[in-house]
């Protein structure tokens, strides 16, 4: 029984120790395509190693520096943290990684400036741990100085953003009273028109009968006066008729030769 468990323990640390070599031979492959610029294959000869041993730490630190030439600077964030989680790396090493992450998160701020006060905060953060490790590191010194001052650019930008978001609404809203309130002043300019309307129909109708009833008014009063002339007329020629008549039998003829009597 002893001698099968030595066997097993052989076997496997002979197949690890052959998985390990084909890992090295891969980021070899790749530290050599890196030299020489050609990133993509350096990409493709560390994600081969990745695929055989997904926790070896150099792969991914290496795989970091090739997305991070590329301009793929999210991914080698995802690299470089992996990397940082190997507890046997040294203080220089996760210096390094730290250092690299931090010029990620500072390229992925400017690349992406909906998030890039996040990505300005975890830049200086990560460059803050490196100068931990080695506080005399210049290039570390002068990234975080200019992480704080976009960081700082950021936040300013934001309460200025947030500040023309009010200033906007507050000014939408008065729009929106402003159009409300002339909407409403339209509405009654309509209304008073429309009530005018109507009075000024119910006063021309009301002269329009006032000018009837003065009309037939009228033509009865010429029709009574008419009448009333023809009857003083007709009265007239009446008391003319009578006097005449009298004015006849009053007026004897004086006959010839018939003298009136002395007194």
């Known amino acids: 029984m002893k001698r099968i468990i030595v066997l097993l323990f052989l076997f496997t640390t002979i197949s690890l120790s052959a998985q390990t070599a084909d890992v090295r031979r891969e980021v070899r492959k790749g530290n050599r395509a890196y030299k020489q610029e050609r990133y993509d294959d350096a990409q493709t ?18 795989q970091g520096n090739a997305m991070y030439r590329q301009k793929n600077y999210d991914e080698a964030i995802q690299h470089y943290d992996k990397a940082l989680q190997n507890p046997s790396l040294s203080n220089s090493q996760r210096r390094q990684v730290l250092h690299n992450a931090g010029n ?39 990234n975080l100085s200019y992480a704080q001052k976009l960081l700082q650019q950021a936040q300013q930008q934001q309460k200025g953003g947030g500040q023309n978001n009010q200033d906007q609404n507050k000014n939408q809203n008065q729009q929106n009273q402003q159009q409300q309130g002339q909407q409403n002043k339209d509405q009654q300019n309509q209304q008073d028109q429309q009530n005018q309307q109507q009075q000024n129909q119910q006063q021309n109708q009301q002269n329009q009968d006032q000018q009837q009833r003065k009309q037939q008014n009228s033509g009865q009063q010429k029709s009574q006066q008419q009448k ?28 010839a030769g018939r003298i009136e009597k002395d007194w």
Request: aromatic residues 8%; hydrophobic residues 30%; positive net charge.
């Open 45 to 62: 000869a560390y994600q081969r190693a990745l695929s055989l041993d997904s926790t070896y730490y150099k792969a991914h630190y290496n």
């Open 104 to 142: 990620s998160h500072l390229q992925a701020g400017l690349k992406d400036r909906a998030n890039g006060m996040q990505h300005f905060q975890q830049a200086v953060d990560d460059y803050k741990q490196a100068l931990m490790l080695d506080p005399k590191n210049e290039d570390t010194r002068y």
């Open 228 to 255: 009333d002339a023809e009857r003083l007329l007709e009265a007239v020629q009446n008391n003319e008729k009578k006097t005449l008549k009298e004015q006849q039998r009053a007026a004897v003829p004086v006959r």
